[in-house]
Nanobody
């Protein structure tokens, strides 16, 4: 069955960095766009980044642009989110998601079909 398993979350001080990983199985990874979402307590889920099936296209929400970098390794069926210059407002549960697609593109507004269980990121001193 489809599985997306996030890892790499934790507690970090403001200004610090974390790298999240999401290992996928059960679907054709290299024919799928991947995305990262987050949800803070009391807030709606926010799409923050996506990457096309070859990695040729990436998109970012304004809230993370210039600080976060999404990447993927199709040989390892894994997508990553490098998060730098973290702020307290980045505190949230982070989820990866996947969408089987035909075109080599991605949009933050897509309805992604597959989801992971999430990993907590807390930015605090």
């Amino acid at each position: 069955q489809v599985q997306l398993v996030e890892s790499g979350g934790g507690l970090v001080q403001p200004g610090g960095s974390l790298r999240l990983s999401c290992a996928a199985s059960g679907f054709t990874f290299d024919k799928s766009a991947l995305a990262w979402f987050r949800q803070a307590p009391g807030k709606e889920r926010e799409a923050i980044s996506c990457i096309s099936k070859t990695g040729g296209t990436t998109n970012y929400a304004d809230s993370v642009k210039g600080r976060f970098t999404i990447s993927r390794d199709n040989a390892k069926n894994t997508v990553y989110l490098q998060m730098n210059t973290l702020k307290p407002e980045d505190t949230a549960v982070y989820y990866c998601a996947a969408a089987p697609v035909g075109r080599d593109t991605c949009l933050l507004s897509w309805a992604y079909a597959y989801w992971g269980q999430g990993t907590q990121v807390t930015v605090s001193s």
